[in-house]
Structures are given as C-alpha cells and as structure tokens.
C-alpha cells in the first residue's frame, strides 16, 4: 500500500498519465485503488461488479487523462466521479440481467470508504459542512452519494420534480465546496 497523495500529487500525476507515463499511472493505482474499490463496493454491493467498476474506471484514466481540468475541480473527486458513475451503470445494468432466482454474492463486512473517509481528518470537515446543510439536503446528498441514487430515482422517491432535485443537489455541493474551502 503506497502513502497517500496530496491533491496537487495526484493532479501532477493525471497530468504525466496523459502525456503517456506508466510510472505515473501506475502510481494513481498504487495509491488509488483501494479507496475507489471501497467506493465501488458501496454502491455495487459486490465484489466483482465493485473490481469491474474500479477497472472500467482506471482505464478510463489512462485513455482520457488529458480530459482532467484542475480549474474544474481536484483530482481526487474526478476520480471519485469517475468510479461512482461506473459503479452506478454496471450496477443498474446488473439489476436488469440478474434472474430473480440468482443469489448476489454476500457484501464485505469490512468498513466502508465513507467509514474510512469519516474517520480521517477531511471527513470530519465533510461531516461539518453537512451539518451546515438543511436536513433534506443533507439527506439528498446523502442519498446520492452513499446510495448511489440517480437524480430521477430521488426525484421519485422525494415526489419532487427532477429540475428541482438537481438544482437542490447543485446549490447543496456549492455550499458544501464553499465551506470546505474556507
């Protein structure tokens, strides 16, 4: 297991990997892929779609590095999006194909990447920022990201219309992006 990256490291790294340098590649996975698997397990609730997810995602990194903008955003949480959005489709694509009458594999029993996250120094700052949220924004946000909800499911669930969960989760990461940056 390799030392944590700071973000400006890890942003460095993305950049090589899109000039073609496998050593940096090689060391985004080393120091990466852990945290993703666990996010890729959260939402997949299997090991193999989680691993899947994961890899679909890695080498989306290798083949579109170029396509990370720091201006947008960091590095870490464009590799989160990227994990999260795949885990999300193979997810879904899994529900479809699964026969009724198959068992999915057992979930881990090990802490989650949200445990972990929480337990470190930046969650604790998330967990701040979350309480500054009203409730039903900070249950949306919840709901989005450890759940691995679509804004149309939210938009089901809550009775809401789908402009509206979207402005909502957008104003709520603003806000959230504000207060961690502050």
């Known amino acids: 297991m390799q ?7 890890l942003t460095v790294l993305l950049q090589r990997c899109a000039a073609g340098d496998r050593g940096a590649f090689e060391r985004v996975y080393k120091s990466q892929s852990a945290r993703l698997y666990g996010l890729a397990l959260s939402i997949t609730r299997q090991p193999s779609l989680a691993s899947d997810a994961v890899q679909d995602a890695l080498l989306q990194v290798w083949r579109n590095a170029a396509r990370f903008n720091p201006e947008r955003g960091n590095a870490e949480s464009w590799l989160i999006g990227l994990v999260r959005y795949r885990a999300l489709d193979i997810a879904r694509k899994q529900v ?12 881990d029993d090990s802490p989650d990447a949200l445990s972990q996250l929480m337990a470190s120094g930046e969650g604790q700052a998330l967990a701040r920022c979350l309480d500054e949220l009203p409730e039903e ?8 990201f450890t759940q691995g909800l679509s804004h149309t499911e939210l938009a089901t669930r809550l009775n809401e219309p789908l402009g509206t969960i979207k402005s909502w989760i957008r104003r709520s990461l603003q806000a959230l992006r504000k207060c961690l940056t502050a």
Do not use: M
């Open 96 to 107: 479809r194909e699964t026969p009724s009458d198959v068992i999915p594999d057992k979930a």
């Open 3 to 9: 030392a944590a990256l700071s973000g400006d490291e």
């Open 137 to 144: 924004r900070r249950r949306l946000i919840q709901a989005a």
